[in-house]
């Protein structure tokens, strides 16, 4: 018999197993048998759902997850790990919807949260056409309720929110009952863009499809500061697929990711590897597209000497 043998259930599940988090609920539940009941209560991981990423209480995302197989605990394993770095290729059936669960915080509060559905039904114009999930409208801006105290140092603002805002976007199967988190929690990327005068802030997923091939899930955040207030402002959100060179994937190649990124293998999330992934896909995309230019430049060289040699024939040949 153990100690927690001696101690009811109800101290349990009101005292003790409430305050524990995801990872160390699940840890507890492999101590015991007792405790391993207790720890599968599906009230427990829908809190915990729901502190994590405030945007799971939607109604929506409450009766999709309830068709999990463990529930709520389920969806926890689904979406608090990260995707393993190479995709699993295996062919899968088409389905006809996703869903996307977003959460953004700036220093641990939440500024914009929201659940989107989008049709992936295959036809024609979805499966050729480019894949982008915007969350946002062209001209919608959302005030996040943080302000900085002084907007005139640039470098400052940026290294605030590279170190303190932290996104979740959560998409979801629910034909198949799995989903993945597609954000890398702190941004890879932060940058102002000097045409718009917005702040870029880019969160990724690089995942190996061959050997010497990776695509990326990219959310972009663009945000903007009120100028008399010192505002900070969520202007858009979106996620793209983009392969080697940077281009967006269409919707037939994003879902196959997508797909073989949920059916894959994961890992503990952290520690900054995400960053480092990025850089080094940042770095093949610019080889990459170096040798597309050079191969280009060569081309055009060589249609402007065919021309050249035609021409000098032709007139050689008028001339005889």
């Not at 050729?128 to 002084?150: A, I, N």
């Not at 900070?232 to 269409?250: N, P």
């Not at 850089?279 to 021309?307: F, H, I, T």
Request: with cysteine.
């Amino acid at each position: 018999m153990t100690i927690a043998d001696n101690i009811h259930d109800d101290i349990f599940q009101t005292h003790i197993l409430t305050k524990l988090d995801g990872q160390t609920l699940a840890a507890a539940g492999c101590t015991s048998s007792k405790l391993q009941s207790l720890c599968s209560d599906q009230h427990l991981w829908s809190d915990i759902c729901h502190a994590t990423w405030p945007s799971t209480a939607d109604p929506l995302l409450t009766t999709t997850i309830s068709a999990f197989s463990s529930g709520h605990r389920s969806f926890f394993s689904d979406a608090f790990t990260s995707p393993t770095r190479r995709l699993t290729t295996a062919t899968r059936r088409p389905t006809n919807e996703i869903i996307s669960a977003v959460d953004l915080r700036y220093a641990g509060e939440l500024i914009f949260s929201k659940v989107e559905s989008t049709k992936t039904v295959p036809t024609d114009w979805f499966q050729t056409s480019p894949f982008r999930v915007d969350l946002l409208e062209p001209k919608e801006v959302v005030l996040s309720g943080v302000k900085f105290s002084g907007t005139g140092d640039d470098h400052v603002m940026l290294s605030e929110l590279e170190n303190n805002m932290i996104l979740s976007w959560i998409v979801i199967d629910p034909t198949r009952n799995r989903a993945v988190n597609l954000s890398s929690g702190k941004p890879v990327l932060v940058q102002r863009n000097w045409l718009t005068n917005g702040i870029e802030l880019t969160f990724a997923v690089v995942v190996s499809v061959k050997d010497d091939d990776c695509v990326t899930c990219n959310v972009q955040v663009t945000c903007g500061v009120n100028e008399g207030r010192g505002e900070l402002t969520v202007r858009g959100v979106s996620l793209t697929v983009l392969d080697v060179y940077g281009k967006c994937l269409s919707g037939k190649n994003s879902m196959v990711i997508l797909q073989g990124i949920m059916a894959g293998e994961r890992r503990r999330r952290g520690g900054g590897e995400e960053r480092e992934r990025y850089r080094e896909y940042m770095q093949m995309r610019r080889e990459r597209n170096e040798k597309m230019e050079r191969r280009e430049r060569w081309l055009d060289m060589a249609c402007v000497a065919s021309g050249v040699a035609f021409f000098m024939a032709f007139w050689s040949f008028v001339m005889c």
